[in-house]
């Protein structure tokens, strides 16, 4: 329900901005769905061998984190300040995510609301994560 009522303050957000300069608030919306469904596309999941599935956690992506990070390998999310999923990949290595993943879905990360995941949603997410490969922009971002 959080990312659901964060989605539509951003989108309002938008919509006000868009008042200001002329621009449509569809082409806003076509512009936003392009990109997010992009670099999903590029973001081909590898098949995981160690219980997670990289393809659920695509889906759980697009539906719960997509709204802020970018999800697949290219472009920015719709929040300049959520990292995009290539350079969380950077950060963790694979017990370090699968936690920090865990305390978001509990507590949340700074301006970031609680995530409420199922232990099978973290670990499709983190398999997910780890086959975002990141673009030479990404790799060079501080970690």
Do not use: N, W
Request: aromatic letters at 2%.
């Amino acid at each position: 329900m959080a990312p659901l009522i964060r989605l539509k303050a951003t989108l309002r957000r938008i919509g006000q901005g868009c008042a200001q300069t002329g621009v449509t608030m569809r082409r806003i919306l076509t512009m936003l769905v392009a990109l997010g469904m992009g670099g999903a596309a590029v973001a081909a999941p590898r098949p995981d061998t160690d219980g997670g599935s990289a393809s659920r956690g695509l889906y759980v992506a697009l539906r719960v984190c997509a709204a802020c990070h970018a999800v697949g390998t290219l472009g920015a999310g719709p929040d300049s300040e959520a990292p995009p999923f290539a350079t969380i990949r950077l950060r963790h290595d694979k017990a370090g995510l699968r936690r920090r993943l865990g305390e978001i879905s509990t507590s949340g990360h700074r301006d970031m609301p609680p995530i409420p995941m199922t232990p099978r949603e973290i670990e499709d997410v983190a398999s997910y994560i780890e086959t975002v490969a990141p673009t030479p922009a990404a790799a060079s971002q501080p970690i």
